[in-house]
């Protein structure tokens, strides 16, 4: 079964989206040429990296909407709670843990 994308315009429920899959999970709610939006659900614990550190060409915000998370970079380290959010420059090295389960607004611009 293909993913469903939002389309633009279309209104999507963050609390919602996603909840037709039978368990926990994280999903692309939009793609384009030049952005990408996606929904994770994270377990505690749960490391968002395959490495060390990962990078994409484009510049990266990363929204967290409920729990807490770690964004660590070469240079720092962030705790994000409820709300808040980190914008990070493209090709900047950085990994992603939660600390709690949490779900995350992850906005990416390809390039």
């Not at 490495?51 to 915000?61: A, F, L, N, Q, T």
């Not at 998370?69 to 959010?85: A, F, M, P, S, W």
Request: aromatic fraction near 2%.
């Amino acid at each position: 079964m293909a993913t469903q994308h939002a389309v633009a315009g279309e209104l999507v429920d963050l609390a919602t989206w996603g909840d037709e899959l039978p368990t926990e999970h994280s999903k692309v709610i939009a793609k384009t040429a030049g952005l990408e939006l996606a929904k994770l659900v994270l377990q505690a614990g749960t490391e968002m990296h395959h490495s060390d550190y990962c990078h994409v060409k484009g510049p990266v915000v990363i929204h967290c909407l409920e729990g807490e998370i770690k964004v660590r970079t070469r240079d720092t380290v962030e705790n994000l709670i409820n709300g808040q959010l980190v914008f990070l420059d493209g090709e900047m090295d950085h990994a992603l843990t939660s600390v709690k389960k949490s779900t995350v607004l992850l906005t990416i611009v390809l390039i």
